[in-house]
């Protein structure tokens, strides 16, 4: 089934012997950046082409994950990534259930570990799962035959977004390594900000962390990144700036004293982005709160690349559903 679908791709890296997957893709499960080298790392965004040339054609199918049956499991809301996952599962011919915390047994007692083996035992090949729970994907891939990806738990890791902001950065600038990326916002409780400070620093880039202290600890600098509070200083030298919004709820007190003051301190008002220098690349995972995190215009003006990492977010996860299915198989 997976020759086949290499065969359909014809992209020629997904199936040359040096670039086998069975070689430099091993996982059946995709939990977290903070695990993967950086050759796995780039293997994933080398599939992740293959994918998006696929999505430039008349018939945007291939077979690769036929017969599969893939379970999107989304205990916390999500537009962008179910959706994604959705399509991309469509995109390789698998079949696809959705199921969300409010219309499964979850509701009724049943435990997550009793709901996924009940799952399991329908033959579910794939389990994408979005958890509240730092830890709960892992928990699931330690105890099922399925691949379970993670599509973001707690505040701990959410894969492949930072895959696709990887893609982004280097579909814009053609590279990674030597880039300076600056994460503005909410970075103690973004699972967002973790996996790309993982996957950034695997390939190369340089990161600073821009934010209110209390949201921004200088404890992220054992990670091997750099922490300011000061934006008006790490503009004017970033590559990238990818901006994050307060995920008020994870929080259980005020980080701040009040959105005005967090705009005054750490907003990509429109006056600060003309610190950006021309090529800065505007980056944000969404959902947006516009006119906080960021000015409006701003978001949808000429240096922001938001929308490009919703569409790469499609091949990215086409990517990682054929590597993990192709181990669980
Ligand atoms: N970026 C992201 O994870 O968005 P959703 O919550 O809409 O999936």
């Not at 291939?62 to 996952?85: D, W």
């Not at 579909?171 to 973790?194: C, P, Q, Y």
């Not at 969404?286 to 978001?299: F, K, L, T």
Request: charged content about 25%; some cysteine.
């Amino acid at each position: 089934m997976f020759a086949a679908g290499c065969r359909e791709l014809q992209a020629g890296s997904l199936c040359s012997p040096e670039n086998h997957m069975t070689t430099r893709w091993t996982r059946k499960d995709l939990l977290g950046l903070r695990e993967l080298s950086a050759e796995e790392i780039n293997f994933v965004l080398e599939t992740a082409d293959a994918f998006k040339q696929v999505g430039t054609r008349e018939i945007k199918k291939v077979p690769a994950l036929r017969g599969k049956t893939l379970v999107n499991f989304f205990v916390e809301p999500s537009t962008r990534t179910r959706t994604s996952f959705e399509l991309a599962a469509f995109r390789l011919s698998a079949d696809v259930i959705n199921i969300s915390a409010t219309t499964s047994s979850l509701t009724k007692g049943e435990t997550l570990k009793d709901t996924a083996r009940n799952l399991e035992a329908l033959h579910a090949d794939i389990l994408v799962l979005r958890h509240s729970s730092a830890g709960a994907p892992q928990f699931l891939a330690n105890r099922l035959k399925a691949s379970v990806i993670n599509a973001g738990d707690g505040a701990h890791e959410h894969p492949t977004q930072a895959l696709l902001d990887l893609y982004t950065i280097r579909e814009h600038r053609g590279k990674i390594a030597g880039l300076h990326v600056a994460i503005i916002g909410d970075i103690l409780f973004s699972r967002v900000a973790r996996s790309n400070i993982f996957g950034l620093l695997k390939l190369g880039a340089r990161v600073t962390l821009v934010g209110p202290s209390t949201l921004v600890p200088r404890e992220f600098e054992k990670l091997g990144v750099e922490v300011s509070y000061k934006i008006d200083d790490v503009l004017p030298k970033a590559d990238v700036v990818n901006l994050l919004r307060i995920q008020h709820e994870r929080q259980r007190r005020e980080y701040f004293p009040g959105l005005g003051e967090y705009i005054r301190l750490f907003g990509l008002t429109k006056e600060r982005a003309k610190l950006l220098k021309p090529d800065c690349l505007i980056m944000h995972p969404g959902p947006i709160n516009r006119g906080v995190e960021i000015d409006s215009e701003v978001a949808d003006g000429l240096q922001s690349v938001i929308l490009d990492q919703v569409t790469n977010g499609l091949a990215v996860r086409m990517a990682v559903l054929y590597l993990c299915g192709g181990i669980a198989a």
